[in-house]
């Protein structure tokens, strides 16, 4: 970028954003990159900025800029904060638009209307939508929320899938990802499914210093929310107050009041639950309480958060484990957005896995219900519109939807179908499609234990939190002791003065991190294949294999046998 154009992106953001003094770290080297007019995969982290990046390109680009957006409420909250700031024409593509208000969005989408256009994935996967597209000039994709493109995402989509026949649909724009929580493994996905052509990667350090991070072991389920009270009547408010299910959400918020209302508690909290079965209305309700202080702890499922700008979160506390390393970071991340100090605390049960592990287990078919959706599908001897296959499959098999919708993904994915003008045919062996999704679904669920086992190493571990979730995350934390994660105080507890040499420090660190492996390194195992090194700690090497998901090796072993070697 010429020294003109770098004067103009600083000018645009004083004159857009007035109210930003300069640039976050990875925010200019991004925004440069697209405006250069190549693709980025841009990975900040929460708080650093990355709405920042694909507004201001779309602002200094002369055509539309597309942004896929995985939840309807960030989405209406992005079009609302675009059009007080920049005033231009935003438009918002949901299941919601219908008829005729829909046929004259999408009319005036073809004429090059809008400045920004703001969709669902399943929404750009829709034809009428890309017919819109394909007649307007797009100078930027972005794809928000990355991860959800990779199976290792920790909210998968099926429908960004297809984001790439979307932009092929809008004539091959640059793209950019934007995520806040993208190990290396993920990053690679999303460059492949995307078809990323030489994408820059910018990468920003994901510590957040101001962070406390603490596990505390529940010991009796039945006495956990007497536990929780406990722990919100001492750290700082507001708090969230994160749960598995949305059950979950409601029985928390209901005890924690019974708790406030007894006389034997030495403090009374103003306490709400938030999740994504209640009506609109009541969760807006509810949300602006929270922004606005009226509730001190919102007792929430993953669907608060993404898109919620509440930067004064001084804690953050899991009730029961969640489903990876990523969910938890992302989530523990939305404390301490203003830089104060600020807890994360895990409240750890081994046995609290279950809850996922059946929620797993319901997200797909049973062999049997597999076994009719295949058996519809494998009728198709002629070419149908997709959607009558899939409505035929949800009315035969009694499946969701969204079921149906994945089923044929898998299937196209897998070669079992045909693509003509007016839909879409079977071809291929229904028995060995069986034998293949079956193997795919457990490979998928090989991958969310896995993940469930790096939960619980997190928890369970004696060394540094912060450097067991920076490693995971693809980043090092360079100290021995970060003195701001329960077991490193614990540690720095019991050491005397000459324990803090910087040379026997330095010692420690080399001897705990030191042996054949480096964090990073591609690797190849003769049963499961091609992996990354994620994380060292003594003895253990923990390899992050594209088969199997996480494996947690004896490091001696593994070198004796020659289980590892370079990829």
Same mark, same amino acid.
């Given at each position: 970028?010429?020294?003109?154009?770098?004067?103009?992106?600083?000018?645009?953001?004083?004159?857009?954003?007035?109210?930003?003094?300069?640039?976050?770290?990875?925010?200019?080297?991004?925004?440069?990159?697209?405006?250069?007019?190549?693709?980025?995969?841009?990975?900040?982290?929460?708080?650093?900025?990355?709405?920042?990046?694909?507004?201001?390109?779309?602002?200094?680009?002369?055509?539309?800029?597309?942004?896929?957006?995985?939840?309807?409420?960030?989405?209406?909250?992005?079009?609302?904060?675009?059009?007080?700031?920049?005033?231009?024409?935003?438009?918002?593509?949901?299941?919601?638009?219908?008829?005729?208000?829909?046929?004259?969005?999408?009319?005036?989408?073809?004429?090059?209307?809008?400045?920004?256009?703001?969709?669902?994935?399943?929404?750009?996967?829709?034809?009428?939508?890309?017919?819109?597209?394909?007649?307007?000039?797009?100078?930027?994709?972005?794809?928000?929320?990355?991860?959800?493109?990779?199976?290792?995402?920790?909210?998968?989509?099926?429908?960004?899938?297809?984001?790439?026949?979307?932009?092929?649909?809008?004539?091959?724009?640059?793209?950019?990802?934007?995520?806040?929580?993208?190990?290396?493994?993920?990053?690679?996905?999303?460059?492949?499914?995307?078809?990323?052509?030489?994408?820059?990667?910018?990468?920003?350090?994901?510590?957040?210093?101001?962070?406390?991070?603490?596990?505390?072991?529940?010991?009796?389920?039945?006495?956990?929310?007497?536990?929780?009270?406990?722990?919100?009547?001492?750290?700082?408010?507001?708090?969230?107050?994160?749960?598995?299910?949305?059950?979950?959400?409601?029985?928390?918020?209901?005890?924690?009041?019974?708790?406030?209302?007894?006389?034997?508690?030495?403090?009374?909290?103003?306490?709400?639950?938030?999740?994504?079965?209640?009506?609109?209305?009541?969760?807006?309700?509810?949300?602006?309480?929270?922004?606005?202080?009226?509730?001190?702890?919102?007792?929430?499922?993953?669907?608060?958060?993404?898109?919620?700008?509440?930067?004064?979160?001084?804690? %953050?506390? $899991?009730? *029961?484990?969640? =489903?990876? @390393?990523?969910?938890?970071?992302? +989530?523990?991340?939305?404390?301490? &957005?203003? /830089?104060?100090?600020?807890?994360?605390?895990?409240?750890?049960?081994?046995?609290?896995?279950?809850?996922?592990?059946?929620?797993?287990?319901?997200?797909?078919?049973?062999?049997?219900?597999?076994?009719?959706?295949?058996?519809?599908?494998?009728? %198709?001897? $002629?070419? *149908?519109?997709? =959607?009558? @296959?899939?409505?035929?499959?949800? +009315?035969?098999?009694?499946?969701? &939807?969204? /079921?149906?919708?994945?089923?044929?993904?898998?299937?196209?994915?897998?070669?079992?179908?045909?693509?003509?003008?007016?839909?879409?045919?079977?071809?291929?062996?229904?028995?060995?499609?069986?034998?293949?999704?079956?193997?795919?679904?457990?490979?998928?669920?090989?991958?969310?234990?896995?993940?469930?086992?790096?939960?619980?190493?997190?928890?369970?571990?004696?060394?540094? &939190?912060?450097?067991?979730?920076?490693?995971?995350?693809?980043?090092?934390?360079?100290?021995?002791?970060?003195?701001?994660?329960?077991?490193?105080?614990?540690?720095?507890?019991?050491?005397?003065?000459?324990?803090?040499?910087?040379?026997?420090?330095?010692?420690?660190?080399?001897?705990?991190?030191?042996?054949?492996?480096?964090?990073?390194?591609?690797?190849?195992?003769?049963?499961?294949?091609?992996?990354?090194?994620?994380?060292?700690?003594?003895?253990?090497?923990?390899?992050?294999?594209?088969?199997?998901?996480?494996?947690?090796?004896?490091?001696?072993?593994?070198?004796?046998?020659?289980?590892?070697?370079?990829?």
């Amino acid at each position: 970028m010429s020294t003109a154009q770098a004067t103009e992106v600083t000018a645009a953001l004083q004159r857009y954003f007035p109210q930003l003094q300069r640039f976050l770290p990875g925010q200019r080297e991004a925004l440069e990159g697209v405006l250069d007019g190549r693709d980025v995969i841009a990975v900040l982290p929460t708080g650093g900025g990355k709405t920042l990046v694909f507004q201001l390109a779309g602002l200094l680009l002369e055509g539309t800029t597309v942004v896929a957006t995985p939840l309807i409420a960030l989405m209406h909250d992005q079009v609302r904060r675009l059009r007080e700031d920049s005033h231009l024409p935003v438009a918002a593509l949901s299941g919601s638009l219908r008829g005729a208000e829909r046929q004259q969005l999408l009319a005036e989408l073809a004429t090059g209307a809008y400045g920004f256009v703001f969709s669902t994935p399943e929404q750009l996967s829709r034809a009428d939508v890309r017919a819109a597209l394909a007649s307007c000039r797009i100078d930027l994709f972005c794809v928000d929320e990355a991860h959800c493109i990779s199976e290792w995402g920790f909210d998968f989509r099926p429908a960004y899938r297809e984001l790439t026949t979307a932009r092929e649909a809008m004539g091959g724009p640059p793209v950019l990802a934007l995520t806040a929580t993208a190990p290396e493994t993920v990053r690679r996905d999303v460059a492949r499914e995307l078809d990323l052509r030489d994408p820059l990667v910018v990468a920003r350090g994901f510590d957040r210093p101001n962070l406390h991070f603490t596990v505390v072991r529940v010991t009796d389920p039945d006495r956990r929310d007497r536990q929780l009270y406990g722990l919100l009547s001492e750290v700082q408010t507001p708090a969230v107050v994160y749960c598995t299910t949305r059950r979950e959400a409601e029985e928390t918020a209901l005890s924690l009041l019974d708790f406030a209302s007894s006389g034997s508690c030495p403090r009374r909290l103003r306490v709400g639950h938030y999740h994504g079965g209640m009506d609109r209305q009541t969760r807006e309700r509810v949300q602006n309480a929270f922004l606005a202080d009226q509730l001190e702890v919102l007792c929430a499922t993953s669907a608060f958060g993404m898109g919620i700008d509440k930067p004064d979160i001084r804690t %953050v506390i $899991h009730r *029961t484990m969640p =489903d990876s @390393v990523e969910s938890y970071w992302q +989530e523990a991340g939305r404390a301490g &957005r203003n /830089g104060r100090s600020s807890d994360c605390v895990l409240m750890f049960r081994p046995e609290d896995r279950a809850a996922h592990e059946h929620l797993h287990r319901r997200s797909r078919p049973s062999e049997s219900t597999l076994a009719k959706m295949l058996h519809v599908t494998s009728k %198709v001897d $002629h070419a *149908t519109p997709a =959607d009558a @296959v899939i409505t035929r499959v949800c +009315e035969t098999a009694a499946v969701a &939807r969204s /079921g149906a919708v994945a089923l044929i993904e898998d299937l196209d994915r897998f070669g079992y179908l045909t693509h003509f003008k007016s839909g879409i045919r079977w071809r291929g062996d229904p028995q060995r499609a069986m034998d293949e999704l079956a193997m795919h679904h457990e490979h998928q669920v090989d991958i969310e234990w896995s993940r469930l086992d790096m939960v619980a190493g997190y928890a369970e571990t004696t060394g540094c &939190r912060r450097r067991f979730l920076l490693n995971y995350l693809g980043d090092e934390y360079p100290a021995e002791l970060c003195l701001r994660c329960d077991n490193c105080l614990r540690v720095a507890e019991q050491r005397s003065f000459d324990d803090w040499d910087p040379d026997a420090e330095r010692d420690r660190i080399t001897m705990a991190r030191s042996g054949p492996f480096a964090p990073g390194e591609q690797v190849v195992h003769p049963e499961w294949g091609e992996g990354t090194v994620q994380r060292i700690e003594g003895e253990v090497v923990v390899v992050r294999f594209d088969a199997v998901g996480y494996r947690s090796m004896h490091t001696p072993t593994v070198v004796e046998r020659g289980l590892l070697r370079s990829a």
